[in-house]
């Protein structure tokens, strides 16, 4: 059986998973979210469910959600792109960091082109919310605003309660099965 390299398993899982928290705040994160709810990323439109929520929450005509399509059909060969790149990055990582001996400064340098193509994938987000959000009203504008300052009160509350270990991040009530090594050592 092969030996988990802790430190560097931790590490990876730290930026990786904690990295993708923290990058949640407003301003930060590239391509995503919290746990989706039906609103997509908060710099970006998000794919057909999420676009359709949107339109109904904002009250969108008919040609502002024909133009808000061709909008996320423009950005959605660049976001695939992007997202094409990063799964070998992560996968290069994951080879590095379940090596026999761990290189940290391959993985300081995977993690800074990990790092740089979330960055692409995030500005790639802003520019399709930029974009879509000329197709607005100011009405609009401001619903969008208070929609996503929903979303992200949304975000910080769970994150409040998982930090407090009451949530796991879930929006259900499904019995979870127990977190590795909380179980009885007794």
Request: charged share 35%; net charge positive; aromatic share 2%.
């Given at each position: 059986?092969?030996?988990?390299?802790?430190?560097?398993?931790?590490?990876?899982?730290?930026?990786?998973?904690?990295g993708?928290?923290?990058?949640?705040?407003?301003?930060?994160?590239?391509?995503?979210?919290p746990?989706?709810?039906?609103?997509?990323?908060?710099?970006?439109?998000?794919?057909?469910?999420?676009?359709e929520?949107?339109?109904?929450?904002?009250?969108?005509?008919?040609?502002?959600?024909?133009?808000?399509?061709?909008?996320?059909e423009?950005?959605?060969?660049?976001?695939?792109?992007l997202?094409?790149?990063?799964?070998?990055?992560?996968?290069?990582?994951?080879?590095?960091?379940?090596?026999?001996?761990?290189?940290l400064?391959?993985?300081?340098?995977?993690?800074t082109?990990?790092s740089?193509?979330q960055?692409?994938?995030?500005?790639?987000?802003?520019?399709?919310?930029?974009?879509?959000?000329?197709?607005?009203?100011?009405?609009?504008k401001?619903k969008?605003?208070?929609?996503?300052?929903e979303?992200m009160?949304?975000?910080?509350?769970?994150?409040?309660?998982?930090?407090?270990?009451?949530?796991?991040?879930?929006?259900?009530?499904?019995?979870?099965?127990?977190?590795?090594?909380?179980?009885?050592?007794?």
């Amino acid at each position: 059986m092969r030996r988990l390299h802790t430190p560097a398993l931790a590490l990876y899982l730290s930026l990786c998973l904690g990295g993708t928290a923290l990058l949640a705040q407003p301003g930060s994160r590239p391509g995503g979210g919290p746990p989706d709810d039906g609103m997509g990323p908060p710099d970006g439109m998000g794919g057909p469910p999420r676009l359709e929520r949107l339109a109904r929450d904002l009250n969108l005509s008919a040609e502002q959600q024909t133009r808000a399509r061709a909008v996320r059909e423009k950005f959605k060969p660049q976001v695939q792109a992007l997202m094409e790149k990063m799964r070998p990055l992560h996968e290069q990582l994951r080879a590095l960091l379940e090596a026999e001996r761990v290189d940290l400064g391959a993985v300081k340098a995977k993690l800074t082109e990990i790092s740089a193509a979330q960055v692409e994938m995030r500005l790639l987000h802003i520019q399709e919310r930029l974009e879509f959000q000329t197709l607005l009203t100011a009405e609009q504008k401001t619903k969008l605003r208070a929609l996503m300052q929903e979303k992200m009160e949304r975000h910080r509350e769970r994150m409040d309660r998982r930090r407090q270990g009451g949530d796991d991040g879930d929006d259900d009530d499904r019995p979870r099965p127990p977190r590795r090594g909380s179980e009885d050592r007794n």
